[in-house]
């Protein structure tokens, strides 16, 4: 009886109790209460093939059981949980693990900074030590970017409505068209740099240039890897630092650890989060040349930027990372969701559908208006989680975890295909 | 041998890889391995007693059992880590028990944003919904304010060298003079009242005023109740929102779970952090007045809004709270702080000191150059973990966890008059 | 018969032609067609009496003959009267008098530059020039304080109405507390104090300070010689410019040349306008000391800041000041004014005045919402031409030419007599 | 031998009092003592044939002798001089003719504004009253545009160095590509539409955009009128308003009296000065449609918005406009020059020209850093004065008065050319 009650309004506690900005659980109205590699459970029991992948920070899947040991072991023992910057031995073997999986393979030399333990803490940090750097105050980023939601990052976020809700006026950053923003035929990087050379032009030098190589909530735009290149020889001839966001797009989304290593740029600056906290916790991590590292102690703080169960899930998941595997792995199932989009981009007319992204982060940008949320909407009805991206929430997203069976990757892209025939 | 080396040198791995931004770690110069309650161990098996309570983090001590169990129990049975916003058991059980237990028996009506799990999240989110609610861009903050470390929540922190880390002028916020700023005989209130009301006062009528009750990071001073009530009322007058940030005085850190309960005061919009994830496990939330209830849904967002450790480990704490039993002990024992602290101020003259703060933040402002930095230092040596508090480090802080023994209380202040006597 | 409809609707053009933002011809609602000395006449031929001056820009009375002899010899000998920066024969003139006339004789050394032919230009300038030599942004401004109307000058402006008119937030600019601005108990200079050597004040060490000795549109608050001489002080410490706005208290408005001479005071920057172009002529002058003097060539610039008939008329009028005899008479008129309006404070209760102001910009407030209105308004209806001040327009204002006549400034006073006995 | 050492040393007074900041009397180093329609003269006696016209003030040559008598016989008569805001017949004059000359005839029903006698003035109080009508703060400007140098005018600037003056980060205006700036495949106006539609651009809705159709500073680059009605239609689309500054070229600097009238266009918005004053005189206009006058009384002001000379002056010029003569004349001698010009470039290739502008503001741009200014500079020696325009300096600008006789303009240019030849 009680158990009816609560079917009928399973988030009445939510609407009661929580603000109206709460928003995925109005996609998913359900109360979710178990999760395990690709798979949530409702309070149901009903189980659900995750496409999602907590919007990039669960690329090893829900609590993967090595982390998890791991995480039980360091509570068992009391392990020091909350740190500040203190140092701990969860963030040496950390910062050891990082230096040899990550750093020294990739003949990369970055300190690493803890920000606190979100997206937008490193943003904003990188955003700081940039001006800081340059004595610069103005900063470049790109339309249909994402950075964040705190004042700073949200300066150089795209998004109008989430810009509108600053409720001031953002400054000190100025918006450039993206690669490809106006049509196929136009440079945008010779843009950027008219601008650049051009006395006349109302645009100040910037500190930095902030840039994701694919724009996970902007619509799935990916870079090429020449124009990444022309940004990075622009910023060398004027000085300004290159900052990657590679909070969606790294830790192995479109393949390699981080998203910029095709093309072979170095940026200054690296913003990592999501998925870099292994177990969907609160991590983040700024990297930048050691010659950048002019901080003054506690320049910049946080409470929680020594979270220590981060730490010890965080140093657990790179060992993803000391071979190849995954990314082969990824670059594999990359070319298969390739494939099947591509496939329904010509099967299903009505949807005006163009593939975007790269990696494990790819979808289908629909022409509708609507189109692609009720896809998503009745991807949902049939057990499978995926989210819309872009300004007018109009691209279909598909991005598991990079640790989906192969079996559940085609089981998810048949029921995308099922949810794509329903909106017919 | 190798042990030997790391005596030697304990944080060469943070030296050499991680940024010079690191700050509590040159305080407490070792590797800390292991916390429970009240103490916390090194490398080496040193003890250390914690007069520091990760900043405000740990009101409940490290660790705590209970909380530990609850959050044991939730990753083995693999309950959902990660949930953005989407609805989970864990939040439902958190939303539900801080109703109960926190908000009706004070009768208060807040619906809670989760707005990212750290403090400047929770203030961010304030302040943008207060700029949204009334259409006006200024915020009044106050002198030695400390609020966060983004854009936003910079702009109303009033150390200037965290504010020159910005790299740009920070905009849309007037720092105004805090209770007894401008001496014992100067009403600082009467002066905002003066500026409100005169039309050529060069300030606009700003869209909120953000405080703290007691100012933990800028030199602790406390707000007398009545200039609370003043203020309140200026803020009703002219229809200006009052935010409290309680990140570091909520919490029971004063005594009362909101440190504004004994003032009579009801802010339209409250900031809670730090202990309020029980654990020291990231988590923020945002309580604001129905009305002000305007967000649309993902107008603000943020990837780690769902962090369900903090969740389990924040709905385990506010059982702390089922009755008064914590507050009347917190009462008892900063009154104790406080007889100890004023016998200080009188047996050592040389310190020219001034007890400041309330309940279980208290210290003493010292009037030499470095002075309170090497108190703290002595404390340290003598095995006592405290810090500074002021734009000048010129306050000895007191701040154990509010669950630590009368006796370990009493030894901490006895270490504390050693470190003074050190220091003559 | 069209004379009649004229003089019934005199302002009808206006009315249909110009904008809303006209406000003097509101209060004056007549043609005027030609002024003389302290005399003004309407297309009636009715004559008024002027306790206006061109709002500060006619301190030599209305079209002094000596003056216009110049400006008629200098168009019919075709000398040149546009010339932007070129050299010409009348900028010659009026640069060697400057220097022989004011500057030398007072023992300054100035540069002078040539900002356009207003107040506002003067003052912008000043901003610029403060915050170049200092690289710092941010410039305190008073409150009450009143600078000009484009936007540089309007952030340093106190009125809320004309700032709101930005249609935007005004940045880079402090307000502070002028002299009396907290009571007669409140040393505001000691606010200011505190706010800069606090390193947690929230407030940036400025670029510069600007002020007027006596705030002219903000309700003739006059600052007291020893709290110029404590702020120039203060400045001094900080390395913060001193900028003195004197555009109408300047050219002998208070008595001597520089309103601030008195004070024995030396500002790093002055702002003179208004009544330097002697016949009511568009000029401005900015002064600086010449080690500030880091100018580019055409840095800032202005098609109009070559008026030829105002250096003209400005050089000629420098001959008021060749010896003290204008000061002398400027003070012992100002003596009697302040006698009278004593007299007047004091006879008329219902007034509950306050008498403000010093020299020639002298005016009594008044309590009573829109009762300073209502007295001017009645002065003009009597044919005294007067206006107010105040951000409430709560004070009558006195402020005839330098050079009326004695009988006519007590002709004056008893208009304004009667008409405030009209508003009991 | 006074006048020997006079004549060796010019400029010795200017070097001692003058600011660094001057600049046109070192590319003229001489005294102007004297100038008549498009001759000036120096102290010495020497004749200078002017192309330069007070860079656009002085359309109808230097002290036209029809004005001239009129401002003369109302000095003579004591015409009111300064008036602020009051009602005079001189405005009253100048408000009748410029509505039955100007407006009348071409259909327009604008309200004017006398925001202050300066360009900018009227730039400020056209961003200002966009802002106000819109409830927006951001406003688009163009690479290259030039509109004065107070912080709201030079917000909206593109010039780099003089932005860099400000000595502070300017805000709320972004700059957009003008016609042409990407290359003549690029339709810079299909890129605003795409920032304006796209959600995620990055850039906020302005209130105006605001543009020249011939940049006067910024290198004579003209629009063309089907990019400047693509413009209108995007801002009436998108409900922005249209601001032009035609401030320079407008006043029939292009042919007609508004420089925007071949475009069909219909602007929200139009700044006008320079050349409106009629005799060089400091005078400036804000024109704008019926229904934006929001302003309240008073909102924007200014000493010298009352400049009646400047009224008198101005209402005569227009008689200038009471046919379309001078429209055909200087679209005559607009031809002859680009004929010339072209002449020179095809002759000349060492210049590496391209011909500029329109009307009679037009020029070559030439290739070798310093070029244009080593041209002018031998233009000067040979009697000739000229300036450059351009971020760089890079464009030789022909801008005589429209009323120069045509032989005298064939004489100019030969000058020029010869002047081309000194530099090869």
């Known amino acids: 009886m009680k158990a009816a009650a609560k079917s009928r309004t399973p988030l009445t506690v939510f609407d009661q109790?929580?603000?109206?900005?709460?928003?995925?659980?109005?996609?998913?109205?359900?109360?979710?209460?178990?999760?395990?590699?690709?798979?949530?459970?409702?309070?149901?029991?009903?189980?659900?093939?995750?496409?999602?992948?907590?919007?990039?920070?669960?690329?090893?899947?829900?609590?993967?059981?090595?982390?998890?040991?791991?995480?039980?072991?360091?509570?068992?023992?009391?392990?020091?949980?909350?740190?500040?910057?203190?140092?701990?031995?969860?963030?040496?073997?950390?910062?050891?693990?990082?230096?040899?999986?990550i750093l020294a393979p990739r003949g990369l030399d970055y300190k690493v900074m803890f920000p606190g333990p979100t997206?937008?803490?490193?943003?904003?940090?990188?955003?700081?030590?940039?001006?800081k750097v340059t004595g610069r105050t103005s900063v470049w980023s790109f339309t249909n970017g994402f950075h964040g939601m705190t004042i700073g990052s949200l300066s150089v976020t795209g998004?109008?409505?989430?810009?509108?809700?600053?409720?001031?006026?953002?400054?000190?950053?100025?918006?450039?068209?993206?690669?490809?923003?106006?049509?196929?035929?136009?440079?945008?990087?010779?843009?950027?740099?008219?601008?650049l050379e051009d006395e006349g032009s109302g645009v100040s030098l910037p500190a930095a240039m902030i840039l994701e190589t694919v724009q996970g909530e902007g619509g799935l735009h990916a870079a090429s890897e020449?124009?990444?290149?022309?940004?990075?020889?622009?910023?060398?001839?004027?000085?300004?630092?290159?900052?990657?966001?590679?909070?969606q797009a790294g830790c192995g989304r479109t393949g390699p650890f981080f998203s910029f290593e095709t093309a072979g740029i170095r940026p200054d600056i690296v913003c990592l989060s999501k998925s870099i906290g292994g177990y969907g916790l609160p991590l983040a991590l700024t990297l930048f040349k050691p010659e950048l590292d002019i901080w003054g102690p506690g320049e910049h703080n946080g409470t929680f930027r020594g979270n220590n169960l981060g730490f010890v899930a965080a140093a657990e998941a790179l060992r993803y990372w000391e071979d190849d595997g995954l990314r082969r792995v990824v670059e594999a199932k990359a070319a298969a969701v390739r494939a099947f989009l591509e496939h329904l981009v010509g099967a299903y007319p009505f949807l005006?559908?163009?593939?975007?992204?790269?990696?494990?982060?790819?979808?289908?940008?629909?022409?509708?208006?609507?189109?692609?949320?009720?896809?998503?909407?009745?991807?949902?009805?049939?057990?499978?989680?995926?989210?819309?991206?872009?300004?007018?929430?109009?691209?279909?997203?598909?991005?598991?975890?990079?640790?989906?069976?192969?079996?559940?990757?085609e089981q998810g892209l048949s029921i995308l295909e099922e949810s794509v025939k329903d909106c017919r």
Chains 1, 2, 3, 4 share one sequence.
Not at 183 to 188: E, M, N, R, S
Not at 398 to 405: A, C, D, H, N, Q
Request: proline share 4%.
């Open 226 to 247: 020449s124009w990444l290149r022309r940004i990075e020889a622009l910023c060398r001839t004027h000085n300004i630092l290159l900052i990657v966001d590679d909070v």
């Open 352 to 409: 005006q559908g163009e593939v975007r992204g790269k990696g494990l982060m790819q979808g289908i940008a629909v022409k509708a208006d609507g189109l692609a949320e009720r896809i998503c909407s009745r991807a949902f009805a049939r057990g499978l989680i995926m989210e819309t991206s872009g300004p007018d929430s109009e691209v279909v997203k598909v991005m598991p975890p990079l640790t989906i069976g192969e079996k559940e990757l």
């Open 119 to 131: 997206g937008t803490n490193a943003v904003e940090s990188a955003l700081k030590l940039a001006r």
């Open 17 to 101: 109790l929580e603000s109206e900005v709460r928003s995925y659980c109005r996609h998913f109205p359900v109360v979710f209460t178990k999760a395990s590699g690709h798979t949530l459970w409702d309070r149901q029991g009903k189980a659900y093939l995750d496409f999602f992948a907590g919007a990039g920070a669960l690329n090893y899947g829900h609590n993967p059981p090595g982390i998890k040991e791991k995480l039980i072991e360091y509570l068992r023992q009391d392990g020091i949980t909350h740190s500040l910057d203190m140092a701990t031995d969860a963030k040496e073997t950390l910062l050891t693990r990082f230096r040899d999986v």
């Open 159 to 195: 998004n109008r409505r989430k810009r509108n809700g600053a409720g001031m006026p953002l400054s000190h950053a100025v918006s450039m068209p993206y690669d490809g923003y106006m049509g196929p035929d136009t440079d945008t990087a010779r843009y950027l740099e008219r601008l």
